[in-house]
């Protein structure tokens, strides 16, 4: 049993890095894992993974870090190092800017987050008028078209145009 557990540990730890930042270092908060085609706005390889840069303010143990978050991000600054990755200052670099619908918890929040562009869909006999949806499920966005009379209806508040009625 001890020869299998070593040789799966030596497997295991090929995979392993030992990670060790100090105070007041840069690093990076990684966003969590988004699947889909819309990530932040961006599609693909271009969608957003890490925000920051954010200042550790301590070490919490051996493998956490607390970090100095800024005030609009409600979070528990304390994270696990497999969620940080090391700042290299580069003046040609583009920072990454935070999202502005990130949750708490580093994910999209659900139900719909904005309206889009309008389209009339037009069949035989009339003309249909539909927004485009932007879900926030799970953690990715979701991209879709709904009629506008019934969306309207059950989300009023997302039309500035249209007093709610409560």
């Known amino acids: 049993m001890k020869k299998a557990q070593d ?15 100090a105070v007041n270092d840069l690093v ?12 932040f706005g961006k599609i693909g390889k271009l969608a957003t993974r890490y925000i ?5 303010v301590a070490r919490v143990g051996e493998v956490a870090y607390r970090l ?4 609009d991000m409600p979070m528990h ?14 003046p040609n670099m583009v920072e990454p800017q935070r999202p502005e619908n990130l ?18 869909k037009k069949l035989k006999n009339r003309e249909i008028s539909q927004v485009q949806v932007f879900w926030g499920k799970r953690q990715r966005v979701v991209i879709t078209w709904k009629d506008e009379d019934k969306f309207r209806v059950d989300y009023p508040e997302l039309f500035p145009d249209t007093p709610v009625v409560q």
Not at 52 to 56: D, L, T, W
Not at 68 to 71: E, G, M, V
Not at 77 to 90: A, E, T
């Open 52 to 56: 920051g840069p954010y200042q550790i």
């Open 103 to 120: 949750q708490p918890n580093l994910t999209y929040p659900k139900g719909p987050l904005r309206i889009g562009e309008r389209r009339i």
């Open 28 to 39: 990076f908060l990684k966003v969590a894992a988004q699947k889909g085609k819309d990530r």
């Open 7 to 21: 040789r799966q540990k030596k497997y295991a730890d090929r995979g392993r890095r030992e990670v060790i930042f």
């Open 77 to 90: 600054p304390v994270f696990h190092v497999s969620m940080l990755r090391k700042h290299i200052p580069d």
């Open 68 to 71: 100095q978050l800024p005030h």
